[in-house]
């Protein structure tokens, strides 16, 4: 073969060898090529399926909550569970409602789950939980109306049986106080006859105000029926004479003395009525045991006037053992229809010391009991067996001496 055909096929078969591994080449990085892109294609893919996975699971922590809840009384007891009515995954609170505590308090509620692919998702929600105090103090009075005689002390206090808001109890008594204590209201003189109002204001420790009022009455004084020294004549020279103040429910005995006057001897407390006189009268007779209103019956009886007498507090009966002994603890009031209630012991000794036609005199002191004061009385308790008897009787079947 020529050299120069030689040489023509030489570098004919070098350049198709050459355009054969070009080629080759340029397959193998087309190939690579189309694999990353389908490697990035798949990566981006999943990452779509995580992401709506994720969403997916964010969608699904979900809260329901009861609204009401978001509103508090002050002071009611509350919990945090109490909020939520039902919630998907798991819960956790932040924050705390203080009931004690009026104002905003707010609270954070956290969800969390995980996705299908186990990746951990949280969903926060947030409320403003609001304790309010609507409930104002209460004040309960004793009367509506006071009534008092012109002169006597008044305190106002006395008539104020308690104020106490519903949460924070009973509140105190404080005239410069805003919040938190009670005061008075109102201006009264018990010196001077009238009528006043009195209000009592009450404000709690979250400034809810409530109020209330009464009205005083002072009534003018009675006038004072100032008796006469008892003086011989004026007893009629009898041993003994008689004062009894309707006012005070006092008896004063004056004994004749010496000299010829009459002096303090002994003092009995008694219970006068609405039909009780005035006036100077003489007794004139005298019942061991006599029927009365009712009917009921007194022993140891003393005529004094009219229908009015000295006698023991009444009997169901005529039986010593039959007392009313309800209307005994009532002795030193005024509780009768107009006699002069005593005990047994002091209307026996009436009845046996003080002969017919002793003076007998009604008289009204508000300031003092008389000479010697007023004694006091035995109670008798209700449930007691022994109630039906007299404690002062000394008859010997009463079971009070035993």
């Known amino acids: 073969m020529p050299a120069v055909l030689y040489a023509k096929a030489v570098y004919t078969f ?4 050459r355009w054969i591994i070009v080629s080759l080449v340029a397959a193998a990085a087309a190939g690579y090529g189309g694999m990353k892109m389908y490697a990035d294609y798949q990566e981006q ?12 699971a964010m969608e699904g922590l979900k809260v329901d909550i009861d609204a009401d809840m978001l509103m508090r009384e002050y002071g009611d007891p509350f919990d945090l569970n109490s909020l939520v009515k039902k919630h998907t995954g798991n819960i ?3 924050g705390e409602v203080d009931p004690m505590k009026t104002g905003d308090h707010e609270v954070k509620i956290r969800l969390s789950d995980q996705d299908s692919y186990g990746v951990k998702v949280e969903r926060e929600f947030l409320y403003n939980i609001i304790v309010e105090d609507t409930k104002a103090p209460q004040i309960e009075l004793a009367e509506e109306t006071c009534v008092i005689t012109e002169g006597d002390g008044f305190d106002p206090a006395g008539n104020v049986v308690s104020v106490a808001d519903p949460v924070d109890g009973e509140l105190p008594y404080d005239e410069t106080a805003e919040s938190g204590a009670w005061r008075f209201e109102g201006e009264y003189d018990p010196d001077t006859p009238g009528e006043y109002t009195i209000t009592v204001k009450a404000a709690d420790i979250n400034g809810n105000q409530t109020e209330a009022q009464f009205t005083l009455i002072v009534e003018e004084k009675p006038v004072v029926y100032e008796p006469p020294a008892p003086a011989a004549a004026s007893g009629g020279g009898n041993p003994y004479y008689i004062r009894i103040n309707r006012a005070l429910n006092t008896v004063t005995v004056y004994a004749l003395n010496d000299a ?4 303090p001897y002994t003092a009995f407390i008694c219970s006068t009525g609405g039909a009780t006189p005035l006036g100077t009268y003489t007794t004139f007779g005298k019942s061991r045991w006599r029927l009365l209103y009712g009917p009921c019956y007194g022993q140891y009886a003393t005529d004094i006037v009219g229908d009015i007498l000295f006698h023991s507090v009444p009997y169901y009966t005529q039986y010593e053992g039959d007392l009313e002994y309800n209307e005994y603890n009532k002795l030193g009031t005024s509780a009768s229809m107009g006699c002069v209630r005593l005990c047994v012991r002091d209307a026996m000794w009436i009845y046996n010391n003080c002969p017919i036609g002793t003076v007998v005199e009604f008289y009204d002191d508000y300031e003092s009991y008389g000479p010697l004061g007023r004694p006091g009385s035995i109670w008798i308790d209700p449930e007691s067996e022994n109630r039906g008897w007299d404690p002062t009787d000394p008859s010997p079947s009463n079971p009070w001496n035993q």
Do not use: V
Request: net charge neutral; proline share 0%.
């Open 260 to 263: 010829g006057d009459y002096e």
């Open 14 to 17: 070098i350049m198709k060898k």
């Open 92 to 94: 956790e609170f932040t």
């Open 45 to 56: 893919e999943e990452l779509k399926r995580r992401q709506a996975a994720y969403d997916k």
